[in-house]
């Protein structure tokens, strides 16, 4: 019998390395543009932030050709690149807050950059630890339990904090951190790996109802618990968007473990009505549809936690036009918030509508490549593991979108790599780092995976969990 061979997959390192460079170019060319504009002249420590720049991202390349040779080239420089053009417009937004003599506010910029290395390492850390991706289902409720701890530390009397009537923050020796931005990550491991061991009891249906198999009663217990912890952050925390993010999340990830339409309909049927209660019963979730469906009525836009910062976005983003005001150029520090929640409209007022569309199709191009690694990776957990952090970061960005854009109410989420903020930017590349572990493992060859692992995987599980 004749033998087929298949030739391995190359890294293409070197590839990696020309979108690494061009990546670094967007972000300092914002960085540079944006002084050229205001002042001038380039900025006086340009070099300096090139060298630091290009030393956190050759630190990176190198770790990632050491420690997982095989991953996806396009992942790391896709993240550079918007992590650099948020740093870019955080650093605009200094210069105009330096000019108002917002002093607390323009420092943000080299914090920020702080945040971006601390990152980096911390990304750098999961890929040494984390050798094998499904090692992590053997602590599927470690992380669960993980999650709800974290979960339940903003409402801890003297630990929590409140910011823009949210209970989301804690503060300890004077660092604001920021727990859910974790959760996203531990959940999407404790929701893949339940999933994998629960797939063929949730994927059995009982009755048919409008050519729907619906799920048994019995089976509904994983998501009634979900919902459960969806609407208690709602209520305790007063955090929309955290709510719709983690439920959003359990059932995306749902429905293609089980690959029924049923499960998709049920979660809207329960989330939706849940928050039509609370916005009838809780005055902070009434309050933000009040702002939303009622934006431009002059005592809504006038009274206090009303709709100034959402109208002025509207009015920056228009301003912008389709090609932007340009770098520096533009007002955006008039919005409330412009580096963190509404990064994305103060980008849109000076990159313009074809600014914005770049930023998005990167986004999209990110979640692309996490969703071609859950079809490649060759175990179900990986599976599961790669789509949930890459509907993470899907969610997020429309929740985020929509918001600045009056599609749906302002629900406090932050852009990913973009927003200011170290909790935010150490989740993203915490994210990042799993998907180019998950990649490594997806595109390896066969003769060069490690050592299989006996991780009890599922034997229903997909046929190609049977190479293992």
Do not use: C
Request: net charge positive.
């Amino acid at each position: 019998m004749a033998t087929v061979t298949i030739a391995p997959t190359r890294p293409r390192r070197f590839f990696e390395l020309l979108l690494l460079l061009l990546a670094l170019a967007v972000g300092i060319s914002g960085y540079a543009l944006t002084s050229i504009n205001r002042t001038g002249a380039l900025p006086a420590n340009l070099l300096q932030h090139i060298g630091l720049l290009l030393v956190i991202s050759l630190i990176a390349k190198l770790g990632i050709r050491f420690l997982a040779p095989y991953s996806d080239p396009v992942i790391l420089p896709i993240a550079v690149a918007l992590t650099g053009l948020g740093l870019a417009m955080i650093y605009r937004l200094d210069q105009s807050y330096q000019q108002l003599d917002q002093l607390d506010q323009a420092v943000v910029g080299m914090r920020q950059l702080m945040f971006v290395g601390v990152a980096i390492i911390l990304a750098a850390i999961v890929l040494v630890l984390v050798k094998d991706h499904r090692r992590l289902r053997s602590f599927t409720y470690t992380f669960g339990f993980l999650s709800l701890l974290l979960l339940s530390l903003p409402i801890v009397p003297g630990l929590g904090k409140e910011k823009n009537g949210a209970q989301v923050w804690i503060g300890i020796a004077g660092v604001s951190f920021q727990p859910g931005e974790l959760v996203k990550i531990t959940l999407a491991i404790f929701f893949a790996g339940y999933l994998v061991r629960n797939r063929d009891k949730l994927a059995i249906g009982g009755r048919k109802f409008l050519g729907m198999r619906l799920p048994r009663a019995r089976d509904l217990g994983p998501i009634l618990a979900v919902w459960l912890i969806g609407i208690l952050i709602l209520v305790l925390q007063r955090d929309l968007g955290t709510s719709l993010l983690f439920f959003g999340l359990f059932v995306a990830i749902l429905y293609v473990a089980t690959n029924r339409v049923s499960w998709l309909v049920i979660g809207f049927a329960m989330f939706a009505p849940a928050v039509l209660v609370a916005i009838q019963v809780f005055p902070h979730v009434a309050n933000r549809f009040h702002v939303w469906l009622h934006a431009l009525d002059e005592d809504v836009y006038t009274q206090e936690g009303g709709s100034y910062q959402l109208v002025q976005s509207l009015f920056g983003q228009a301003s912008g036009g389709l090609m932007g005001t340009g770098w520096g150029r533009g007002y955006p520090q008039l919005v409330p918030l412009a580096n963190s929640d509404f990064i994305l409209s103060s980008l849109a007022e000076e990159l313009g509508l074809t600014g914005l569309l770049a930023i998005l199709v990167l986004y999209l191009i990110l979640i692309e490549r996490g969703l071609r690694t859950a079809l490649s990776v060759r175990d179900g957990f990986g599976k599961l593991l790669a789509t949930g952090l890459s509907f993470s970061l899907a969610i997020q960005v429309f929740v985020v979108l929509g918001g600045i854009t009056r599609l749906i109410p302002l629900t406090g989420l932050t852009a990913p790599f973009l927003a200011t903020g170290g909790s935010s930017m150490v989740s993203s590349w915490l994210t990042i780092a799993l998907l180019l572990r998950l990649s490594d493992a997806a595109r390896r060859p066969s003769a060069a995976s490690p050592a299989p692992w006996n991780s009890g995987i599922h034997p229903s599980l997909e046929a190609a969990e049977a190479s293992e």
